[in-house]
């Protein structure tokens, strides 16, 4: 059996910063990181269209599922600290208008290699194509798979989200084998899938839109719409609002910087001022085209062949339906599709000042594989550097 004092299960964000944070920590410490595929941080190179959308300036105050667990880590080691943990890499960053931070290199692979060659330059063993299916607790620490021994063992491997990438949900039966619960598991930042007859002759059109659930929550962005529903960023975020098997419909504000009244006007003053322009033509100039086209055969029922036969009160009908295009939600795209998982340990079983289980000393966890869950824009890796450097470092002390 091989002995180490700190077994990391999961090669990803959160277990190569557990990783890195540990031996910074105690360098004396023996650090070990299980990783079931045949290289660590896969998933890493996805991030970010390949860029690597590796936090965001706003996280202190994002709106994360469970935020008041996940506070004190995302506190503890913020932006600014996430900054110079990487620049202490070698690796710099900058934000983009919108607060997301990218490697200046803007390559995913900079940021895995730098965190890869820190692990090896500390020290950290990688035992890469080796899956930990097996996890008991012993007298002096815990087992798993019966080939190795640790005094602090930290459960690092992700969701299901993106299987291809690596993330194969591995991580919940361990845990559960130790008693711990684990919450409905559902796809978070995926594609929505809707009734499809209003949007059939709009699949590719892209839209700035302002988003609502009926069973609750919001999103503002850019969608596309697809033959299957939805997709696009705004459409991304708000499938974290999107409980499985529940009837719900979304209602898109195609002019969110609009009121509904003055968009009934521009309807009118358009209609008044060139009279004889075709009715799918004339709200090219607030909307894609084809956007207004499906707007006005929804909302009145038929597409008048001018401008000119739209009276007053079908403008007023016209100006609600493009601030409230509604689509029946059908569900959401799979796990294959996702980006991150939604559910997950249940964190009231574990302690968010040092990430340890509060039924096993010496057993932590971080990252995904805990329910806490962001939106887009690099607040789930955001969650994943800060949660992981956390336990590291504990299980580093403890």
């Known amino acids: 059996m091989k002995n180490t004092d700190i077994l990391i299960i999961g090669g990803g964000a959160s277990g190569l910063a557990a990783a890195i944070e540990a031996k910074r920590t105690d360098s004396n410490k023996s650090v070990t990181v299980l990783e079931h595929l045949p290289k660590v941080g896969k998933k890493i190179l996805a991030t970010g269209n390949g860029r690597c959308n590796l936090g965001n300036l706003g996280a202190a105050n994002h709106a994360y599922t469970n935020m008041r667990f996940a506070s004190y880590a995302i506190g503890k080691y913020g932006t600014d600290s996430l900054v110079e943990f990487f ?29 890869r060659f820190e692990c090896e330059n500390l020290g950290v063993l990688f035992c890469c194509e080796e899956k ?6 012993c007298t002096d620490g815990f087992t798993v798979n019966g080939a190795y021994k640790a005094k602090n063992v930290i459960i690092a491997t992700g969701g299901k989200a993106a299987p291809s990438q690596g993330s194969d949900g591995s991580g919940y039966p361990l845990l559960k084998s130790l008693g711990h619960k684990i919450t409905a598991l559902a796809p978070s930042l995926v594609q929505i899938k809707t009734d499809t007859a209003k949007i059939k002759s709009l699949k590719g059109v892209r839209a700035k839109a302002s988003l609502t659930l009926s069973t609750g929550g919001k999103s503002e962005g850019e969608i596309l719409f697809t033959d299957y529903g939805v997709s696009g960023i705004a459409a991304m975020d708000l499938s974290r609002f999107v409980k499985p098997d529940t009837k719900a419909e ?25 009279p004889a322009v075709s009715a799918e033509q004339m709200l090219g100039g607030i909307v894609h085209k084809a956007i207004g086209t499906a707007a006005i055969k929804s909302a009145l029922g038929f597409l008048p062949k001018t401008a000119g036969e739209i009276k007053p009160k079908q403008a007023a009908i016209i100006a609600a339906e493009l601030k409230d295009f509604r689509l029946k939600l059908t569900g959401t795209k799979s796990f294959n599709d996702a980006q ?8 009231s079983e574990f302690d968010s000042q040092t990430m340890m289980s509060k039924k096993h000393s010496g057993l932590f ?10 939106a887009c824009g690099g607040f789930n890796l955001a969650w994943a550097f800060a949660s992981g450097r956390l336990a590291g470092k504990n299980a580093a002390k403890h």
């Open 340 to 347: 991150v998982t939604k559910g997950g340990a249940d964190v």
């Open 365 to 374: 966890a971080c990252g995904e594989v805990l329910d806490v869950d962001g």
């Open 250 to 274: 979304i209602s898109i504000d195609l002019l969110p910087e609009f009121t509904q009244d003055k968009v009934k006007e521009i309807i009118i003053q358009i209609a008044n001022h060139n």
């Open 132 to 137: 930990a299916t097996e996890i008991k607790k």
């Open 87 to 115: 620049e202490s890499t070698g690796l710099y960053a900058r934000a983009d208008s919108e607060g997301r931070l990218y490697p200046m290199s803007n390559s995913a692979a900079s940021v895995l290699d730098a965190l």
